[in-house]
């Protein structure tokens, strides 16, 4: 699970024009599922992993190869949780927050393929 959050900060990381998102979000965010659990924190315009998992803020639950599929961009955080997949305990705002944190990390892939 560790691995699957890195890669994705990896790309986050490399995309300039996200970044804007969080300039002043200050969360952090509890992934489960079967394989195990990660913590990102999203504070001071930047993401990164954490080891410590007290004072998390919200959590997003579900199996593994929904996890998968978000932290990939092929599905929508909300269209998972809508289809059972997922559970998120978050406001709607740092939900849609997450959601375009992870589509648009994918979409900017995408576009590079047809560039």
């Keep these: 699970m560790n691995e699957l959050a890195q890669k994705f900060l990896e790309k986050f990381t490399l995309q300039g024009h996200i970044l804007s998102l969080i300039k002043y979000s200050d969360i952090k965010v509890k992934f489960c599922c079967e394989e195990g659990t990660t ?3 999203i504070k001071n315009g930047k993401m990164s992993l954490l080891n410590d998992q007290e004072s998390i803020s919200y959590e ?3 199996d593994s190869h929904a996890i998968q599929q978000l932290f990939e961009g092929t599905e929508t955080l909300r269209a998972l949780e809508k289809k059972g997949r997922l559970t998120v305990s978050a406001p709607l705002r740092t ?5 375009s944190l992870f589509f648009l990390t994918k979409a900017h892939e995408n576009l590079a393929k047809v560039i």
């Design 95 to 99: 939900t849609l927050l997450l959601e």
């Design 60 to 62: 997003v639950k579900g």
């Design 39 to 41: 913590t990102i924190e």
